[in-house]
């Protein structure tokens, strides 16, 4: 059965860093083209962060983390991170991670939810003013 279990939530200051992972099962990486990390804040949509090719290593950021965020993979560990530093009050948010079976190229459709098809519980990232 396919897993994703995040982990390294919690709070922190305004300016601080955190880094998440995403552990996966192994069958995950042999049947998924990309992983990605989502967020979603209270009273609002589940919204796109990064993807990350998971053969070519590409990436994509939404604007609103470019420059502060990084997603990389270890192909060796199975897991997928997110380094995020010069973190923000509106960076607040559930953070899930989510692997997609699908090739998608465009970076529309590599920010578009519906097109992950498998989801971990998500950890809490909470930056303070």
């Known amino acids: 059965q396919v897993q994703l279990v995040e982990s390294g939530g919690g709070l922190v200051q305004t300016g601080g860093s955190l880094r998440l992972s995403c552990a996966a099962s192994?069958?995950?990486?042999?049947?998924?083209?990309?992983m990605g990390w989502f967020r979603q804040a209270p009273g609002k949509e589940r919204e796109f962060v990064a993807t990350?090719?998971?053969?070519?290593?590409?990436?994509n950021y939404a604007d609103s983390v470019k420059g502060r965020f990084t997603i990389s993979r270890d192909n060796a560990e199975n897991t997928v991170y997110l380094q995020m530093n010069n973190l923000k009050p509106e960076d607040t948010a559930g953070y899930y991670c989510?692997?997609?079976?699908?090739?998608?190229?465009?970076?529309?459709?590599?920010?578009?939810?519906?097109?992950?098809?498998?989801w971990g519980q998500g950890t809490q990232v909470t930056v303070s003013s």
């Open positions: 192994p069958r995950t990486f042999s049947n998924h083209y990309a």
């Open positions: 990350i090719n998971w053969i070519a290593g590409s990436t």
């Open positions: 989510a692997a997609t079976s699908r090739n998608l190229v465009s970076s529309v459709a590599q920010a578009d939810p519906s097109r992950y098809n498998n």
